[in-house]
């Protein structure tokens, strides 16, 4: 099984929408026996919620539930044990790296990583549901973008 981790700072709105989305596009094509998908935060703690905004938005657009979702710090650890880590904003990319170098041919911005460019996707939290929905329609177009390049960079087998 590969694994692919999504990271943000706090794990309780981007990387928390992006695993759900992710996991989503990826069972949509067929491979979700082949991947999981997992997220994280560079400054958080263990078991923080999802952020009520994007439940809300994941639940109304996707139908994704993200009630049950527990943030989870950053190690490295977990870093190892990932094929291909999606960092939600380059400064995300550049904390990691300095704490495990040796993993950056398998860390990427997302917005890179999906054609785009730019420095990463914005910070929602504070924000009222507009900014959610904004955040996580951005997350999910890269995400749809990336999507031919995860399964190429992780070398899944299936009908795409």
Known sequence: ???IL???TGNTCRSSM???????ILARQGFSD??????AGTHTVF????????????REIWNLD???HQSTPLSSELVAATDLILTLSAEHRDYLLSLVPEVADKTFVLSDFAGAGG????DPIGSGPDEYRRVAEEIAGYLEQASPRIIEFLGLKGDV
């Open 6 to 8: 999504l990271v943000c």
């Open 18 to 24: 992006a695993q759900g989305i992710l996991t989503q």
């Open 119 to 122: 420095r990463g996707v914005s």
């Open 1 to 3: 099984m590969k694994k």
């Open 47 to 58: 078991g923080l919620p999802a952020s009520p905004e994007a439940v809300r938005v994941l």
């Open 66 to 68: 993200l009630s049950r």
């Open 34 to 39: 082949q991947v999981q998908v997992a997220s």
